[in-house]
């Protein structure tokens, strides 16, 4: 039973990152999430892709965690990229949540955004963080439509996971506990 459940779970692990091109990794020792930068792509493309990893489009809780993501990603492998963040108003015009249901409410909008592309580009409902250096406001945010560039500069996902107790761990903690009780009862 036990080497079913860890080949199930080797397997599933395996098709997710198939699914999804993933370009780099990084650990953020601030959160204690790990982040991927995904290929250049579409928000939706991204954001599926993300949650066959395991988790969601980024969620920024703070300047820090801005900072951090735009200095990491921002400028991988010498190519300027917007990043796909988590944030949309795709369910409601002007309301901007994030994918991952998390409540925070840090914002680093660039001047005059959000703007919807001022009724010309609309609809803008998916929000990428400027690269650092870039060509507008580094580090800000703007909402965009979902394309997978901007005057031909990519937009690339950038996924952050956070990490749960594994399979392996549950299985070890289930077997401790049979163990106990079995000894209880002696």
Known sequence: ??????????????AASANA?????????ATGHNYYLLAQSTWTVAESQAVSLGGFLVTINDAAENTWVSTTFSNFGGVQ??????????????????????????????????DNGGGTFGPENWVNIWPNPGPRDPGTWNDFSNADNWEGM???GVVEVVPEPSALALMGLGAAALLLRRRARV
């Open 1 to 14: 039973m036990k080497n079913i459940l860890i080949l199930a779970v080797v397997g599933a692990l395996g």
């Open 21 to 29: 091109q993933i370009l780099t990794s990084a650990f953020n020792p």
């Open 81 to 114: 990229r917007g990043l796909w963040t988590g944030l949309t108003d795709q369910n409601h015009e002007g309301t901007f949540t994030w994918v991952s249901g998390d409540p925070s409410t840090y914002r680093n909008w660039e001047a005059g955004q959000p």
């Open 154 to 156: 990519p937009f690339n």
